[in-house]
């Protein structure tokens, strides 16, 4: 497969040789679980109280997610500026660590959520209705955890060696083998049996298995210019490997907060909601965080497909093509979140048509959507700098942005309007929006502070 030169003066055509890939490859991959809620709220008499089920384990679902990118975000971009500075000993040890932490805590997260899962849902809200429902759905989907932490954490190693085009094609694997396998495990076909939300959660373990084995055989087998391999790591270097590791997670900190935030926000918008809708308003919010989801997906794809690019051109100690290609990525990223805010506005109900045909669920559905979706557009701000400070190696920055937005705006206010003001319910879809603002100006208006310093720096190097 072709090697992307991310050294390259192409800017504009590396990010999007990188970013296209990886949409198709981040749209499939959102597949294992849309796929899931699109079969689940058509079940005949019980689909929506089920599809309210599935959003009580979103939480725990996105804790996992969160130790993923904890690894990935951190281990990929020193990854990729190792690859920058040609220390390529350097690089493969990075990739064979993070790849031991991946499956690693996989097993330990795995067993925690067979031993905790029917405390949290309970924590999260879920009625007893809703539990005979989330429980068996969360005890088959933790048996896929392993492979889920492999496949997706390793993917981005994939994607910083250059090689998006095999990054997308093992996430599209895993995501069709799902596609096929859902209508047939929860409605059954011939001899297999009607397995309803269990035949769900089995057929996304196949499919991250299966696009674990492809990730795995890849980075194993690529024929990367520099020969970096993925290999297991003896014991005795990971003894050694303390630095690395603090590397690792003081950088990926970011990912994981912003991923944990997310699972905070939505075990308070699920308990909230249960308290002031009940069941059928956690059906509402399972459906909006599912649109925004499908949404997300193709400006978190420019946004991370331009990550290994300014990270290698920082150690490459080259900020022209650095500077345009934060440039490049902010401008397409307001772009896409300007248009996706008008379409959420003149189409809602072809968004939550996808999920459900619930005529009732519609009515509360369509307001809570246009609320949640009201300042969309300055996600694109808040993604552009985080992953910025991520592509730099800037902890604190990342850090700090990260947990700004979630938990010391969003997590309060979804506790305070429905209240303190007697918005009811949308208070909770109200607090999105106004943590969009706040939170993405800071971080935009921040980074461009912060890159302007760096460029300075270079300057004045440059001058001596």
Same mark, same amino acid.
């Given at each position: 497969?072709?090697?992307?030169d991310?050294?390259?003066?192409?800017?504009?055509?590396?990010?999007?040789?990188t970013?296209l890939?990886?949409?198709?490859?981040?749209?499939?991959?959102?597949?294992y679980?849309?796929?899931?809620r699109?079969?689940?709220?058509?079940?005949?008499?019980?689909?929506?109280l089920?599809?309210?089920?599935i959003?009580?384990c979103?939480?725990?679902?996105?804790?996992?997610?969160?130790?993923?990118n904890?690894y990935?975000?951190?281990?990929?971009p020193?990854?990729?500026?190792?690859?920058?500075?040609?220390?390529?000993?350097?690089?493969q040890?990075?990739?064979?660590?993070?790849?031991?932490?991946?499956?690693s805590t996989?097993?330990v997260l795995?067993?925690?959520?067979?031993?905790? =899962?029917?405390?949290?849902?309970?924590?999260? =809200?879920?009625?007893?209705?809703?539990?005979?429902?989330?429980?068996?759905y969360l005890?088959?989907y933790?048996?896929?955890?392993?492979?889920f932490?492999?496949?997706?954490?390793?993917?981005?190693?994939?994607?910083a060696?250059?090689?998006?085009?095999?990054?997308?094609?093992?996430?599209?694997?895993?995501?069709?083998?799902?596609?096929?396998l859902?209508?047939?495990f929860i409605?059954?076909?011939?001899?297999?049996?009607v397995l309803?939300?269990?035949g769900?959660?089995i057929?996304? @373990?196949?499919?991250?298995a299966?696009s674990?084995?492809?990730?795995?055989?890849?980075?194993?087998?690529?024929?990367?210019?520099?020969?970096?391999?993925?290999?297991?790591?003896?014991f005795?270097e990971?003894k050694?490997?303390g630095?690395d590791?603090?590397? @690792?997670?003081?950088?990926g900190?970011?990912?994981?907060?912003?991923?944990?935030?997310?699972?905070?926000?939505?075990m308070?918008?699920?308990?909230?909601?249960?308290?002031t =809708?009940?069941?059928?308003?956690?059906?509402v919010?399972t459906?909006?965080?599912?649109?925004?989801?499908?949404?997300?997906?193709p400006?978190?794809?420019?946004?991370?497909?331009?990550?290994?690019?300014?990270?290698y051109?920082? =150690?490459?100690?080259?900020p022209?093509?650095?500077?345009r290609?934060?440039?490049a990525?902010?401008?397409?990223?307001?772009?896409?979140?300007a248009?996706?805010?008008?379409?959420?506005?003149?189409?809602?109900?072809?968004?939550?048509g996808?999920?459900?045909?619930?005529?009732n669920l519609?009515?509360?559905?369509v307001?809570?959507?246009?609320?949640y979706?009201?300042?969309?557009?300055?996600?694109?701000?808040?993604?552009?700098?985080?992953t910025t400070?991520?592509?730099?190696?800037?902890?604190k920055?990342?850090?700090?942005?990260?947990?700004?937005?979630?938990?010391?705006?969003?997590v309060?206010?979804?506790?305070?309007?429905?209240y303190?003001?007697?918005?009811?319910?949308?208070?909770?879809?109200m607090?999105?929006?106004?943590?969009?603002?706040?939170?993405?100006?800071?971080?935009?208006?921040?980074?461009i502070?912060?890159?302007?310093?760096?460029?300075?720096?270079y300057s004045?190097?440059?001058a001596?």
């Amino acid at each position: 497969m072709k090697q992307i030169d991310f050294g390259s003066k192409s800017i504009w055509k590396n990010i999007l040789g990188t970013a296209l890939p990886m949409l198709l490859a981040q749209t499939c991959s959102l597949l294992y679980n849309i796929i899931d809620r699109v079969y689940i709220g058509r079940i005949p008499e019980v689909g929506t109280l089920a599809l309210g089920a599935i959003g009580l384990c979103f939480p725990i679902i996105t804790m996992i997610l969160a130790f993923t990118n904890l690894y990935a975000g951190g281990g990929a971009p020193l990854f990729a500026m190792a690859r920058g500075k040609h220390d390529l000993a350097s690089a493969q040890k990075l990739m064979n660590l993070t790849f031991f932490l991946e499956w690693s805590t996989g097993l330990v997260l795995m067993l925690l959520g067979w031993l905790l =899962g029917p405390f949290l849902l309970r924590l999260l =809200g879920a009625s007893e209705d809703s539990l005979g429902y989330a429980l068996p759905y969360l005890n088959i989907y933790l048996l896929g955890t392993v492979f889920f932490m492999t496949s997706t954490g390793m993917n981005p190693f994939i994607n910083a060696e250059g090689f998006p085009a095999a990054g997308m094609i093992s996430v599209v694997i895993g995501a069709l083998l799902n596609l096929i396998l859902d209508p047939i495990f929860i409605f059954g076909l011939g001899p297999m049996p009607v397995l309803g939300i269990r035949g769900a959660a089995i057929a996304t @373990v196949i499919s991250q298995a299966v696009s674990a084995i492809f990730v795995i055989f890849f980075l194993r087998k690529c024929h990367a210019k520099e020969e970096i391999y993925l290999q297991g790591i003896s014991f005795a270097e990971l003894k050694k490997s303390g630095k690395d590791i603090a590397n @690792v997670l003081g950088l990926g900190a970011s990912a994981f907060i912003m991923q944990v935030t997310n699972s905070l926000v939505q075990m308070a918008c699920n308990a909230v909601l249960s308290r002031t =809708g009940g069941d059928l308003y956690i059906s509402v919010m399972t459906i909006v965080a599912s649109v925004r989801q499908m949404l997300e997906v193709p400006v978190l794809a420019l946004t991370e497909g331009t990550s290994p690019i300014i990270s290698y051109n920082y =150690g490459a100690k080259n900020p022209r093509n650095m500077k345009r290609a934060i440039q490049a990525m902010t401008l397409m990223a307001i772009s896409y979140t300007a248009v996706i805010w008008l379409t959420i506005i003149f189409f809602p109900k072809f968004f939550i048509g996808i999920f459900s045909s619930d005529e009732n669920l519609l009515l509360d559905a369509v307001p809570a959507l246009h609320i949640y979706f009201f300042a969309f557009i300055f996600m694109a701000l808040q993604y552009s700098g985080q992953t910025t400070f991520k592509a730099l190696g800037y902890k604190k920055h990342a850090i700090f942005f990260s947990l700004l937005r979630k938990v010391f705006i969003v997590v309060p206010l979804t506790f305070a309007l429905p209240y303190l003001f007697g918005l009811g319910v949308n208070g909770v879809f109200m607090a999105e929006p106004i943590s969009n603002v706040i939170g993405g100006s800071a971080s935009f208006l921040t980074m461009i502070f912060t890159i302007r310093k760096l460029l300075k720096k270079y300057s004045s190097r440059k001058a001596q």
